[in-house]
């Protein structure tokens, strides 16, 4: 069933998953922001953090006034129900691919951390210990590791059921 009420609560549903996905990157930028500024009070950079504050809090207020409008659009006209098995089946592909996706963007992150670890062993400063620094790094990277498989075999899982599902395999 294809309303204009359907086609708004999907343009709208659209809007908030790009929010959110904002929302991550603005969070991860502030988080680097914060460490690289730490104990800095220079103007700019209380600026900038006071303005990513700002952003973080916008952006969650305007995803919890998107939810609440989707859900009333969807309580007033109901929410199209998935009914068949193609359209279960393509909302499983999306998650596959998602998960593969963010898998394979960050397989490569372990390697490149354990590397920045090594250089900074490496650089051997005489008045620094980087053991703290490189175990937190190596942890990280297993951690990365760790969430890399993860994804990979939930892909691999809903791959596996989607094509059972559709009858692809039996």
């Known amino acids: 069933m294809d309303t204009p009420e359907a086609s708004a609560a999907w343009a709208a549903e659209q809007v908030a998953g790009e929010l959110r996905e904002a929302y991550l990157t603005v969070a991860a930028a502030a988080a680097l922001l ?9 103007p700019e950079l209380r600026q900038a953090r006071r303005c990513t504050e700002d952003a973080l809090d916008l952006a969650n207020h305007a995803e919890q006034l998107l939810g609440g409008g989707i859900r009333r659009v969807h309580e007033r006209f109901g929410r199209d129900e998935v ?39 490496d650089a051997g400063d005489p008045d ?9 790094w190596s942890q990280a990277a297993e951690q990365l590791g760790s969430m890399t498989a993860s994804l990979t075999e939930a892909a691999g899982a809903l791959a596996t059921y989607t094509d059972r599902l559709t009858g692809a395999t039996s």
């Open 128 to 136: 620094y210990s980087t053991d703290v620094v490189t175990e937190q």
């Open 83 to 121: 009914t068949s098995i193609g359209q279960v089946a393509g909302m499983l592909t999306v998650s596959q691919t998602k998960f593969a996706e963010v898998a394979e963007r960050i397989a490569g992150l372990p390697d490149r951390l354990r590397g920045a670890g090594q250089r900074l062993r």
């Open 34 to 42: 914060e460490r690289t500024g730490a104990g800095s009070a220079h």
